[in-house]
C-alpha cells in the first residue's frame, strides 16, 4: 500500500482521540475492553506506531465520517475489516515489509487495530438517523470479518485435505496491558498454510476469537465452524480451537465440559451450564461432556518440541446420584455426572472446544476430528513496565507459535 493511500506514520493516534472528529460522540459509552486504550497508554498507542496499524484505524475513522447513509458506513465497514485482516495475516507472514521492523509474530497489531475501530464505531454519531439495531450490526461486521470468520474459504475437490482452526485474543489486559496470545499468534501463521501430507495437500484457514461471554452466547463460534461441518464440496476434515495455558507445556484436552465461569475481557462474568445457540442445530440430549477425536497419539509422537505434548484427560465433575458433591480427577468423567470443568477447564478455552464439537455433532459430522489444543503460557514480560517486547520474549513467543504449528502439521498429517 503506498504511503499516499493511507495516514501518515508520525499519527500513532486516532482522528477520534486527536480531534474528537466531526462525527464522533466521546460521551457516548464504550465497553470495559476499549476503556484499555486509554487505561494502558502508551502500551496501545506504540504497538500501533511501531507496527503501523495506526494507519488503518485513521483511514478507517475517516471513511466513517464520510459515509452519508447507512449504506455507505457498511461499505467502510466491510472494507477496512477485511483489510485489517489481511494485512496482520500478511505481516505475520512476512509479506509486508513495508509496516516496520515490529516481530511478526506479535499477534497485538491486530487486537489493538480492532479494538480502536470498535470503539470509534460505538461512538460514530453521523448526521443522519442511524438505527441502534443498524449499529449492532455494523459492529458485528466488523468483529467477524476483523477476526476471518467472513472469509474463510476452502478449495473444493476430494483430493484436498481442509482443516479449520482458531485461536484468541489476548485477555486479563486489567491485569497486564502487555498482553499478547501465543494462539492468536499462531492463528496468523496457520491461515492459508498447506500442508503436504502422503494423501494430499492439507489446507489450514484460521480465525481469532474474542474472550468475551457475550459474543460466545450470540454464536461466534457456531458461527465460524458450522458452514464447513455441513455436507458440501468445502467441508472440513478436522477442526482444532486453540488458546494459551499453563506454562511449558502443550495439552491435548480430553474432554470439553458444559459449564462456564470466570469473568471476560469486559470484566462480565459468568457461572453456569453453557447455553444453547437456536440457529444451529444441537445434540439431543445435551451432553455433559464431548472427548476429543483429535489424532492423538500422532501429535504426541511427531517430536515438535520443546515442550511436552500430552493428553489431559482431568475434569471437574458432580457426581451421581445427587449431584452435590464436586470432585475433580485425572480419570475422565463418570457416567451420569455433570460437568462442573472440562479438561481445560471452564473458561473460554473449555467453551470453545465445547461449542464447536457440539454443533458439529448436532449437524452429524461424527467422523471429523475434533477438539482442543492448549499451548503454553507465555512468560518473560519486560522487566520495564514502558516496554513491550524484548528479545528475551519475542525468542519465547515464537517457540511456543512454531511448536503450534508444527502440532497442527502433525494433525493434519495424520488424516487418512
Known sequence: MAESDVSNRSSAISIEETSGGSCFDSALPVTAEERRIADGAPIPQQILEDSRFDRFVTAFERDLCSARSAADAKKAVKKHAALLWRTAVDRAQGRRLDLG?????????????????????????????????DKRGLLKQLEYASRGISSVDFPEGRNVKRILVSGFDPYRLEQEFRRSNPSGAAALQLHGLRVDTEVGPAVIQAVIFPVRWRDFEDGIVEDAFAPFLKPGPKRIDLMMTISQGRKR???IEGYAGRWHAGTDNNLESRSGVIPTVSR???????????????PVDAMVEAGTGPWPVFRNNRVGEWQPPDFVECAFHERGPTPGSKARAGSGGDYLSNESQYRSNRVRLGLGAVDIPGGH??????????????AYIDPAFQRHRKAIVDQTVSLVKAAARALK
Not at 516481530?103 to 442511524?130: C, G, K, N, Q, V
Open 101 to 133: 521492523d515490529l516481530d511478526p509474530y506479535d499477534d497485538r497489531p491486530l487486537y489493538w487495530a480492532r479494538l480502536h475501530m470498535t470503539r470509534a464505531l460505538r461512538r460514530w454519531a453521523p448526521d443522519f438517523p442511524i438505527k441502534a439495531s
Open 280 to 294: 444451529w442445530p444441537m445434540p439431543d440430549p445435551l451432553p455433559e461432556f464431548i472427548e476429543t477425536t483429535l
Open 373 to 386: 489444543l492448549h499451548v503454553a503460557a507465555l512468560e518473560f514480560y519486560p522487566e520495564d513496565r514502558l
Open 249 to 251: 507445556q502443550m495439552a
